[in-house]
């Protein structure tokens, strides 16, 4: 089975500070995302990734950077959190040249 | 702009019914098709995919692809109070590896 971790569950901080969001996967897969959830909005597309070092800016990425240096992790970062980024964050992963994603738990940020 | 659109419901069905969940897409050079099933405060989990149209059964559910008319359907046959969960339907609008979600349908299963 597919498996995608994040770092942690729930994560408190803020403003002002600098967030870090970890996200691992373990099936070899090329391909990795970032996504933002909110009520009302759905889900928003952040940032993603095909290969190690090369990143794309998604339908918000305004506020965030990411990176990734291995390819089983991307990691996602807030330069200078806001209370306006408190969400619920998920990371995804898929193959490369399919679109078939699978999905991390989730981490509830909030911001205060 | 291209989108994907569902019903927000809730839409509710007595334990035993079969479910019907639509979404329509905007893309016609859209190739994958996709729904997850997200309870809440979890993840999304991937229920379905479908790629051609037809349908394509997997145990109580069926998935429904028109491409001429971009529609895509999910059917959930003797729902259970378990099934009572949001489902998103995402679409890979021109034929990208990424995926747009829609905001997705609740569905109640009421016992």
């Not at chain 1, 990176?67 to 992963?93: D, G």
């Amino acid at each position: 089975d597919v498996k995608v971790t994040q770092s942690s569950r729930y994560l408190v901080k803020r403003t002002g500070e600098k967030v870090f969001l970890e996200c691992v996967q373990d099936m070899d897969h090329e391909n990795m995302f970032w996504y933002r959830q909110d009520p009302g909005l759905g889900l928003r597309l952040i940032y993603f990734s095909y290969d190690v070092k090369m990143k794309e800016k998604g339908d918000i990425p305004e506020g965030y950077s990411v990176s990734r240096e291995k390819k089983e992790r991307f990691s996602l970062i807030l330069e200078s959190a806001s209370t306006n980024q408190t969400s619920m964050y998920l990371c995804a992963s898929s193959r490369a040249g399919g679109a078939e994603q699978f999905f991390g738990p989730g981490t509830r940020l909030t911001v205060l | 702009q291209k989108e994907v659109e569902q019903n927000s419901g809730p839409l509710s069905v007595p334990e035993g019914a079969i479910a019907s969940l639509n979404c329509t897409y905007s893309d016609r050079v859209s190739q994958s098709f996709f729904w997850y099933r997200q309870y809440s405060g979890k993840s999304p989990e991937l229920i379905m995919s479908i790629y051609s149209n037809g349908d394509k059964e997997d145990g109580r559910f069926t998935a429904q692809l028109n491409k001429a008319s971009q529609y895509v359907s999910l059917l959930i046959r003797d729902s259970q109070p378990s099934d009572s969960a949001t489902y998103l339907c995402a679409v890979n609008l021109g034929g990208y590896s990424t995926l747009t979600f829609g905001k997705g349908t609740m569905l109640l299963v009421s016992p």
